[in-house]
């Protein structure tokens, strides 16, 4: 089993192949100016200034002649459109989306948050995986299409939003409701994905396709609330962290879903004889043996993503007295459902955990959105963009439709019945992650990477053409 770790530990786009660094180098530069750009304007929850982060944009698409609309949903929240248009109006249009808003700064922070800084090949900055990295590679690949003149057969919209870390609730959400008409795309792209490569060369490109369920839950206990320097047993503190303890050890059944059963099919052939052996057990169709192996697998945090729900406290509160022991402690638990898992039947299973005991409750804050949209199959056009991109710059490649343990605006955007796929930079799952923490950075060269792979699934869905990556000029319109 000693692959099964490996697998997945190595996000990378740059492969032998991939293309020199030539004529490209101009919409690379243009890529990490806007992005140190965008950083450098605070959008940070929970009062983020996007329609100065909006400013920023039109300014640019202004260089180039590129028409805009501002939707504002109230006072310095804004949503930023623009659209290219295409030749026949029978195809449906791709849309770019990314939010312009990032979660409030971590602490202990060694680099200026909010204003970027280029260092030893990285750009640090708040914003820099999550999302203004998108922002910049979508608006790059947007001014560039208009400059060269390259030819559309459909539409291209850009679409950078409002409050995606919050809800979206002055972003898609409203939008949707308000604004659908000026944007009612076919396809989209937005944040997710990556390539998965394997030690031994063989690379898996993973296009999500379907998100987590996202829930929060509540957990409060309580006790006797006294003076701190007369302790007694019935410490509220005390018993939430009982309580959690429960919690971490709750270990619900896996559960297959049909994306999960197409990547785990796809990968099963590229692991060592171990490897090979307990997947076979995980795809038999023997639940007692599925299971078994289930467990196996999970060891590793994305695999177990990919086969649990999983529940993780996020925000403890107690008291704000130091000198007084409180008569409540709370913590939120972050759920992060399988499509198909029942909120309810889930929410059920941790209360059964408590029963009998009236010093601990349990309530519900925020529940999915019933029923959850189905993921996108690979079946269709975007999708063999994708993986025609995907034999291109990472040559013997395979293209799986994937699901994400995160959730965000894709959701929305396939409840709205669009083909939606997340393509992202260069991870590592199983490394350190610092999108929301300190210091988060993306490298030069992910940020190339990342420019290039949705560049040339943008080029070859919209307008029929390789993406320009090597020294030959793109074809500009006649």
């Not at 700064?105 to 750009?123: L, R």
């Not at 869905?461 to 793109?474: H, L, V």
Request: proline letters at 6%.
């Amino acid at each position: 089993m000693k692959k099964l770790c490996i697998l997945l530990s190595v996000f990378c786009l740059w492969q032998p192949g991939f293309g020199e660094k030539n004529a490209f180098s101009a919409l690379e530069k243009r890529a990490q100016d806007y992005l140190v750009g965008l950083i450098n304007i605070d959008t940070s929850e929970p009062e983020p200034n996007e329609l100065q982060a909006a400013r920023f944009i039109y300014k640019q698409l202004n260089k180039y002649g590129i028409d805009w609309d501002i939707l504002i949903p109230r006072k310095n929240r804004a949503n930023l459109l623009a659209r290219l248009k295409g030749s026949d109006p029978e195809l449906e249009p791709l849309l770019l989306i990314s939010h312009l808003d990032t979660a409030a700064a971590a602490d202990n922070w060694t680099y200026p948050p909010y204003k970027a800084t280029v260092e030893d090949g990285k750009i640090y900055g708040l914003g820099a995986t999550d999302a203004k990295n998108y922002t910049a590679v979508y608006l790059a690949l947007f001014t560039w299409l208009k400059e060269q003149q390259i030819p559309l057969k459909r539409d291209v919209i850009f679409l950078a939003t409002s409050g995606e870390e919050v809800g979206s609730d002055t972003g898609l959400k409203w939008l949707a409701g308000n604004h659908w008409d000026k944007i009612k795309p076919g396809f989209a792209l937005n944040e997710g994905g990556g390539i998965i490569v394997d030690k031994d060369g063989v690379s898996i490109v993973f296009a999500e396709a379907s998100t987590k369920m996202y829930m929060d839950i509540k957990v409060t206990a309580y006790g006797v609330a006294t003076h701190a320097a007369m302790p007694t047993e019935n410490n509220a503190v005390y018993r939430l962290s009982q309580a959690l303890s429960k919690i971490a050890a709750y270990n619900p059944p896996a559960r297959m879903t049909p994306t999960a059963l197409k990547f785990f099919k796809t990968i099963a052939p590229l692991q060592d004889e171990d490897g090979r052996t307990t997947m076979h057990f995980l795809l038999s169709g023997n639940e007692k043996n599925s299971q078994m192996a289930a467990e196996i697998i999970a060891i590793d945090p994305f695999f177990r993503s990919q086969l649990k729900d999983t529940v993780n406290p996020t925000i403890i509160s107690s008291g704000n007295d130091a000198g007084t022991s409180g008569g409540e402690a709370s913590a939120v638990l972050n759920a992060r459902l399988l499509p198909g898992t029942d909120p309810d039947a889930f929410f059920d299973g941790l209360k059964s955990l408590f029963e009998g005991d009236e010093s601990i409750s349990l309530e519900i804050i925020e529940k999915p959105q019933m029923p959850f949209p189905e993921p996108m199959d690979g079946s269709d056009e975007l999708f063999v963009s994708i993986e025609k991109a995907g034999n291109r710059l990472v040559p013997h490649s395979i293209t799986v439709p994937g699901m994400s343990p995160a959730s965000g605006d894709s959701e929305f955007l396939r409840r709205l019945g669009v083909i939606t796929y997340g393509l992202g930079p260069n991870m590592d799952p199983t490394g350190e992650n610092r999108t929301h923490a300190a210091d988060e950075f993306i490298s030069l060269q992910d940020l190339s990477d990342q420019l290039k792979f949705v560049g040339s699934v943008v080029y070859d869905f919209a307008a029929g053409q390789e993406f320009p990556i090597n020294d030959a000029a793109p074809a500009a319109k006649k």
